[in-house]
C-alpha cells in the first residue's frame, strides 16, 4: 500500500503562498486519484482539491479557485499544492490522500472516496 508523506507547511502572513508538497512510497501517484483536504480546529475535514490519474482534470472548492494549483511530478512521485494569496481562515492541518477507485479521469471528492491519508502538515495564516 502508498504511504504518503506531506511537508511545506508553516507560518505565512495573509496574502502570502506556500508549496505543500506529498511524497508517496510504496506505489506510484500516476495509480491513484490524488487530492489534498484541510481540517480546521473544532471543524469537519474540507476538500480542497483533486487530481485525476491522466492529469487530464482537477477540481477545486469554489473558495480557492484561481489561487490554489494541484500538480503532480511522476519522476520524483510527489503531489503538489501551490496556494497562493493564503487567507487566516485557511489555518489548518492539510492531508494528502491518493484513491483507487473511480475511472482514470474522475476527480474525487468526498473523503470517504479515499483509501490511503498522510499525516497532514499544519498552515497557519496570520492576519
Known amino acids: 500500500q502508498v504511504q504518503l508523506v506531506e511537508s511545506g507547511g508553516g507560518l505565512v502572513q495573509a496574502g502570502g503562498s506556500l508549496r505543500l508538497s506529498c511524497a508517496a512510497s510504496?506505489?506510484?501517484?500516476?495509480?491513484?486519484?490524488m487530492g489534498w483536504f484541510r481540517q480546521a480546529p473544532g471543524k469537519e475535514r474540507e476538500f480542497v482539491a483533486g487530481?485525476?490519474?491522466?492529469?487530464?482534470?482537477?477540481t477545486y472548492v469554489d473558495s480557492v479557485k484561481g489561487r490554489f494549483t494541484i500538480s503532480r511530478d511522476n519522476a520524483k512521485n510527489t503531489v503538489y499544492l501551490q496556494m497562493n494569496s493564503l487567507k487566516p481562515e485557511e489555518t489548518a492541518f492539510y492531508y494528502c490522500?491518493?484513491?483507487?477507485?473511480?475511472?482514470?479521469?474522475?476527480?474525487?471528492?468526498?473523503?470517504?472516496?479515499?483509501?490511503?491519508w498522510g499525516q497532514g502538515t499544519q498552515v497557519t495564516v496570520s492576519s
Open positions: 510504496g506505489g506510484t501517484v500516476s495509480s491513484y486519484a
Open positions: 487530481l485525476s490519474r491522466t492529469i487530464i482534470r482537477t
Open positions: 490522500a491518493a484513491g483507487r477507485g473511480g475511472s482514470i479521469l474522475a476527480t474525487l471528492k468526498l473523503s470517504g472516496e479515499y483509501d490511503y
